[in-house]
């Protein structure tokens, strides 16, 4: 199966940048999806990324490199509200497979 | 525009019994996926139906089904109720495909 890895948790203050990392198995790729879930809510979507590259979408940018089974999420101008945790999930033949998250605490 | 709307929001079933769950997408859209989260596995795909055909299935057993109708409404059915299914299981509805997905607020079920 797809073993997808995120660290567990970061820490970063307010209106730094903070990148969170996420490797996943090459086989079968179809897609890599960054999705935001404050506690006790459902998951928003944040990025889809299909081809190398950087897409940015305001404060929120994510990298995705396909040949190393590697994305990242950059969060620029943290704030507080940022706290929340972080999942990416990786679309490989007809499944759709989520890392255990990233819980980020952003400090004032 | 209404948002991605699940019923109900809470449910307490005894083990051994069968559940269904409702999921209203978002007017317009086609494709419905269903998600299961608990803290120890975190959130794992079970399916998704796209104008009435399932097209994308998770590894979870048979007891877990689904099915959409005409309108893109879906329900899901759990049969034969065990205590590891306890979990909050969401739904998300897109457009066409999986790629942008909004997520409904969930039903909690606990499994007594």
């Known amino acids: 199966g797809q073993n997808i890895d995120q660290p567990t948790e970061m820490t970063a203050t307010e209106g730094a940048i903070v990148q969170i990392n996420c490797t996943y198995q090459?086989?079968?790729?179809?897609?890599l999806f960054w999705y935001q879930q404050h506690a006790g809510e459902a998951p928003t979507f944040l990025s889809y990324?299909?081809?190398?590259g950087l897409e940015e979408k305001g404060r929120f940018s994510s990298f995705l490199s396909r040949s190393k089974g590697y994305s990242y999420l950059l969060l620029k101008e943290l704030q507080m509200k940022d706290s929340a945790s972080y999942l990416c999930?990786?679309?490989?033949?007809?499944?759709?497979?989520f890392g255990p998250g990233t819980r980020l605490s952003v400090l004032p | 525009k209404a948002g991605v709307t699940q019923t109900p929001r809470y449910l307490i079933k005894t083990r051994g019994q069968q559940v269904t769950l409702s999921c209203s997408p978002i007017?317009?859209?086609?494709?419905v996926s269903w998600y299961q989260q608990t803290p120890g596995q975190g959130l794992q795909f079970l399916f998704e139906?796209?104008?009435?055909?399932?097209?994308n299935k998770g590894n979870f057993p048979g007891r877990f089904s689904g099915r959409q109708f005409s309108n893109s409404r879906s329900e899901m059915n759990v049969s034969t109720l065990e205590l590891g299914d306890s979990a909050l299981y969401l739904c998300?509805?897109?457009?066409?495909?999986?790629?942008?997905?909004?997520f409904g607020p969930g039903t909690r079920l606990t499994v007594t």
């Open positions: 139906y796209f104008s009435e055909t399932q097209r």
């Open positions: 007017s317009g859209h086609r494709s």
């Open positions: 090459t086989s079968g790729f179809n897609g």
């Open positions: 998300a509805s897109s457009g066409t495909g999986i790629r942008e997905q909004y």
């Open positions: 999930a990786v679309f490989h033949g007809q499944n759709f497979v």
């Open positions: 990324n299909v081809l190398d």
